[in-house]
C-alpha cells in the first residue's frame, strides 16, 4: 500500500486539476515497475494498493523502494506549474496456498496500512515493511 505524501497541498496550492495529474503521473510511474500479473488499483483519494503474486518479501520491498525513487524523481507539469511529489509504502507479505482462507485481503490490509503509517512516522518518502 502506498500513498502520495502531503497530497492535500497539492491541491490546496496547485487545484484539482494538478492533483488529478499528479495522481496519474504516480499511477504510471508505478505502472511502468510492476509485472504482468500483478495488480495495481487506487484504494481512494491518493492511496493506491499493489498486489504481486509469487513474490518474496524482499523484492516487494526493492519493488517499492524503486517506485518510490521513480516517483521522486518525476515532475508533473500543470498550466505551466511544476509539481514534483513523493509517496511513502507500507509492505507486507502472506504465503498462502490453494484453498488458503486464514490470509484474505482483509487480513493483509490492516498490515499493510500499519507499514505505511510507520513509513509517515519515519518521515514520509520511504518503504516500512510489517511482515
Known amino acids: 500500500m502506498f500513498d502520495i505524501d502531503h497530497f492535500k497541498n497539492v491541491n490546496d496550492n496547485f487545484g484539482h486539476e494538478a492533483g488529478d495529474a499528479v495522481i496519474m503521473l504516480v499511477a504510471n510511474t508505478a505502472k511502468e515497475y510492476i509485472r504482468e500479473g500483478d495488480l495495481l488499483g487506487r484504494y481512494g483519494g491518493e492511496e493506491f494498493i499493489v498486489c504481486l503474486p509469487n513474490t518474496a518479501l524482499s523484492t516487494a520491498y526493492e519493488l517499492a523502494d524503486v517506485i518510490r525513487g521513480k516517483v521522486s524523481e ?52 520511504c518503504v516500512q515493511i510489517i511482515a
Open 74 to 125: 518525476s515532475i508533473a507539469e500543470v498550466n505551466g506549474e511544476k509539481i514534483s511529489v513523493t509517496c511513502s509504502f507500507g509492505v507486507t507479505h502472506a504465503s498462502i496456498e490453494a484453498g488458503d482462507r486464514g490470509h484474505s485481503i482483509q487480513t493483509l490490509m490492516p498490515r499493510a496500512d500499519q507499514a505505511l503509517y510507520a513509513a509517515k512516522k519515519n518521515g514520509r518518502n
